[in-house]
């Protein structure tokens, strides 16, 4: 099984970048879709972004289209998460997740393997 474990989250002003990484061990992220999620102290949590197998399929939140891109480098075993324009409300806990499914899912559900999270604070 994969483990994962996410790391570059911090504090940001608002307009800001951060991106974030995903490393994987134990097996290799190709074999998996992958997947970014987020959640907000007393809200459930959300995919925000989730990428497939061959990566010729991405999904976006609205809230975050345009703003957030997913990516996977395979040589290096790493998914990341940029984020752009950064407002207060993508304040959240970040978690990393890998799926067996086929396709891209969004679903918490449709996820086997969770990373610990990263804290994302965006300030005004």
């Known amino acids: 099984q994969v483990q994962l474990v996410e790391s570059g989250g911090g504090l940001v002003q608002a307009g800001g970048s951060l991106r974030l990484s995903c490393a994987a061990s134990?097996?290799?992220?190709?074999?998996?879709?992958m997947g970014w999620f987020r959640q907000a102290p007393g809200k459930e949590r959300e995919c925000v972004a989730a990428?497939?197998?061959?990566?010729?399929?991405?999904y976006y939140a609205d809230s975050v289209k345009g703003r957030f891109t997913i990516s996977r480098d395979n040589a290096k075993n790493t998914v990341f998460l940029q984020m752009n324009s950064l407002k207060p409300e993508d304040t959240a806990v970040y978690y990393c997740?890998?799926?067996?499914?086929?396709?891209?899912?969004?679903?918490?559900?449709?996820?086997?393997?969770w990373g610990q999270g990263t804290q994302v604070t965006v300030s005004s």
């Open positions: 990428i497939n197998r061959n990566r010729g399929s991405t």
């Open positions: 134990g097996d290799t992220v190709s074999s998996y879709a």
């Open positions: 997740a890998a799926s067996t499914f086929v396709g891209t899912p969004v679903r918490i559900t449709s996820y086997n393997y």
